[in-house]
T-cell receptor, first 114, second 112 residues
Framework: KNQVEQSPQSLIILEGKNCTLQ??????????LRWYKQDTGRGPVSLTI?????NTKSNGRYTATLDADTKQSSLHITASQLSDSASYIC?????????????FGKGTKLSVKP | DAGVIQSPRHEVTEMGQEVTLRCKPI?????LFWYRQTMMRGLELLIY????????DSGMPEDRFSAKMPNASFSTLKIQPSEPRDSAVYFC??????????FGSGTRLTVV
């Protein structure tokens, strides 16, 4: 069964600290993996998209890694800010040719405290 | 571009009533998606369109749900009759080809 599991479910960190969120998937075949940030009351916003051949991609203070062999991805946030408080959702696509084959994780809720 | 625009932002309705959610995708995008998000199940794809044509509606929970896209700039998701278990946040998203999605801000539906 195609699944995307994220951990931890929630995380509290102090402003300025770094953190890493995890995503494990069992989706096959694999096409690409996306990380989204969802602020409370808003729709998800894309942070990164990685294909099979990419093992790291950065977007400002966000760096995503992908290990297609172990089917794991991580999202590292550097020097966290209060505005980083949000849910982070890992999404895996099983078929580049079909837009409907996205499997969503349930997200990690990050709270950054002053 | 104003992004994907959804209306209303919030809807409270009584069980049994018809509910219509609206979406205006980003101009030029050829894919449109309807998602439902709940705490228990996360984001779930309901249906998606390509060039206004429904491609996959296997995620639509039951016949009470229907979606239309009469033109490239407008789509509706209708629930008739609504039930309390339909309470969720409904998102519309659009994309150009197979690129990243742009989500709207969602409609929070409460059925009492």
């Amino acid at each position: 069964k195609n699944q995307v599991e994220q951990s931890p479910q929630s995380l509290i960190i102090l402003e300025g600290k770094n953190c890493t969120l995890q995503c494990n998937y069992t989706v096959s075949p694999f096409s690409n993996l996306r990380w989204y940030k969802q602020d409370t009351g808003r729709g998800p916003v894309s942070l990164t998209i990685m294909t099979f051949s990419e093992n790291t991609k950065s977007n400002g203070r966000y760096t995503a890694t992908l290990d297609a062999d172990t089917k794991q991805s991580s999202l590292h946030i550097t020097a966290s800010q209060l505005s980083d408080s949000a849910s982070y959702i890992c999404v895996v696509s099983s078929d580049w040719g079909s837009q409907g084959n996205l499997i969503f994780g349930k997200g990690t809720k990050l709270s950054v405290k002053p | 571009d104003a992004g994907v625009i959804q209306s209303p932002r919030h809807e409270v309705t009584e069980m049994g009533q018809e509910v219509t959610l609206r979406c205006k995708p980003i101009s030029g995008h050829d894919y449109l998606f309807w998602y439902r998000q709940t705490m228990m199940r996360g984001l779930e794809l309901l249906i998606y369109f390509n060039n206004n044509v429904p491609i996959d509606d296997s995620g639509m929970p039951e016949d009470r749900f229907s979606a239309k896209m009469p033109n490239a700039s407008f789509s509706t998701l209708k629930i008739q009759p609504s039930e309390p278990r339909d309470s969720a946040v409904y998102f519309c998203a659009s994309s150009l080809g197979r690129g990243g999605y742009t989500f709207g801000s969602g409609t929070r539906l409460t059925v009492v």
